[in-house]
């Protein structure tokens, strides 16, 4: 099947038992009305029954002297669809605090490099009437977007019609061009390639010049040594909440930012809140590597990550001038790149992204500057409801990675209107993850007074509901009230 491309073998490179590679989610689904004590067993069993599985889902890593000693991907003639594919209930009451505390258990465990690196639970028991999914893939296969696009995939927009599970074989679509590359062409377009990348280096001169010139512009390992990161263990713990999209959007309208900004000015908030809690925010403004997508096809598989790093602000009380600043060295970050070709784009995010899985490697370079504080992704997805066999998804929380020298992820995907949150975190590094759910919200809250969209005794109401993790209760936003 051939090697691995550099890029997807670094998440296989840098994975320990400490620092898993995968990522994840849980989505929470409502059972149709009438359903049975047996319905979710029947699905479970219909799903077992589709063995025509996609090239994706069979591929395994391999490296011998055949490869160099290079990861490659082997298809595996003895899939067993039974081990990647299981059904589990959640333990009495069934709250989203246990299924929050399950999913974290799976999502630190590694996946098994002898088999297909993909795993697949059908979750009973959820209180509400419904049902959850959890489902984990290694990175070196997927990225965020490529993920959300074989969920769509596999769900329906109509409640009446019958779906296949994500790993069933799919016809591709038709290659344009009907036939082969020309070689000489192929040689010519990677001799342009190499002369792309000569235009990389004065970009990367203008952007760590401009980095020590100015406060907002973010450059690798400008960024201060925190509580987050250090050296973590391989145990997770993950936090799920829902926000309204218009909420958020009203405020990206009040404000002139995009949707994006509001996003990282209320992690921004909330990771400020939490330091102070912790005793740990640092005099200088943490800095956040925010990743953007480069695919320009409609496949699902490999990575097409690209990535910028900007300035959260933490430094700023005053929320209003910490969203503007947010905004401003954003807009730095996206002229760094205007202009690049895809091969320069690739580039240039790869002198941003590329330090930490090196630092991680080496063990976290704990009390060193690291170069960035935290990642943070929004990933958009689907806009319309979506169902599995007449079974509603009521949300979809994704599960990202954590690793030596970043201790959190903070993953944000939208489905229909609202804005899904999922905070991945090192059990012993980050304590009382939970915290961040409140904090977001008092933070949106925060922004909210400062455009003229809400009142003290908003703010008020805010500081007064209790986080999720840790009753398990469902919050009163304006949202959806059974989400978790």
């Known amino acids: ?71 490659a991907w082997r298809e595996d003639d003895e899939l067993d669809i039974e081990y990647h594919v299981r059904h589990s209930a ?62 769509e995939r596999s769900l329906a927009k109509d409640p009446s019609t019958e ?4 790993w069933i074989r799919r016809p591709r679509p038709a290659a344009a061009g009907g036939g082969g590359a020309n070689p000489v062409e192929a040689l010519l377009d990677v001799a342009k390639g190499g002369l792309e990348l000569v235009g990389v280096a004065p970009a990367l001169l203008r952007s760590a010049r401009r980095a020590m010139d100015e406060e907002l512009a973010a450059f690798p390992f400008k960024a201060p040594p925190t509580m987050l990161n250090v050296h973590i263990t391989g145990a997770r713990r993950i936090a799920a909440d829902t926000w309204s999209l218009s909420r958020v959007r009203a405020v990206a309208k009040a404000s002139d930012a995009t949707l994006n900004d509001i996003v990282l000015g209320m992690c ?23 990743p953007v997508s480069l695919r ?52 240039m995010s790869a002198a941003n992204m590329m330090p930490s899985p090196i630092v991680s490697m080496l063990g976290g370079g704990e009390g060193w500057r690291p170069p960035f504080n935290v990642t943070i992704s929004n990933v958009p997805g689907p806009r319309e409801p979506l169902y599995l066999n007449g079974a ?20 944000i995907t939208s489905y229909v209107d609202n804005l899904e949150f999922g905070l991945t975190g090192c059990r012993r590094r980050v304590p009382h993850l939970q915290r ?25 109401d805010a500081l007064m509901r209790p986080a999720r993790g840790t009753k398990g209760a469902a919050a009163t936003r304006t949202r959806r009230p059974a989400a978790p």
Not at 20 to 38: D, I, K, R, S
Request: aromatic share 8%.
């Open 296 to 347: 320009t096809d409609d496949s699902a598989e490999g990575n097409a990550v690209g990535a910028v790093l900007t300035s959260l602000a933490t430094d700023t009380k005053d929320p209003s001038w910490r969203l503007d600043r947010i905004r401003q060295s954003m807009e730095i970050a996206k002229a760094s790149l205007r202009g690049l070709s895809p091969i320069q784009l690739l580039a």
């Open 163 to 166: 779906v296949a599970p994500p």
């Open 268 to 290: 921004s908030g909330a990771l400020r809140r939490y330091l102070i809690e912790e005793g740990g925010l640092p005099d200088e403004s943490l800095t956040a590597m925010v």
């Open 1 to 71: 099947m051939g090697l691995i491309s550099p890029p997807d073998a670094a998440f296989l490179l840098s994975e320990s038992r400490a620092t898993p590679m995968h990522v994840g989610g849980l989505q929470v689904f409502e059972l149709p009305e009438g359903a049975g004590p047996g319905w979710l067993r029947e699905q479970f069993q219909q799903m077992l029954a589709y063995d025509d599985v996609s090239t994706l889902f069979r591929k395994r890593p391999y490296r011998s002297w055949r490869t160099g000693g290079q990861w």
């Open 436 to 460: 961040l759910l409140v904090h977001l919200e008092e933070s949106l809250v925060e922004l909210e007074q400062a455009v003229g969209l809400a009142s003290p005794r908003d703010r008020a």
């Open 90 to 151: 959640l333990p009495q009451p069934g709250r989203v605090r246990e299924l929050l505390a399950l999913g974290g258990r799976w999502h630190g465990a590694l996946l098994d490099r002898q088999r297909p690196l993909w795993e697949f639970h059908l979750i009973e028991g959820l209180e509400g009437n419904r049902f959850a999914a959890y489902t984990k893939i290694h990175h070196a296969m997927v990225d965020g977007v490529s993920s959300l696009r074989i969920l």
């Open 392 to 411: 509603k998804l009521q949300g979809i929380y994704p599960m990202s990675i954590p690793y030596h020298g970043q201790a959190l992820n903070i993953t």
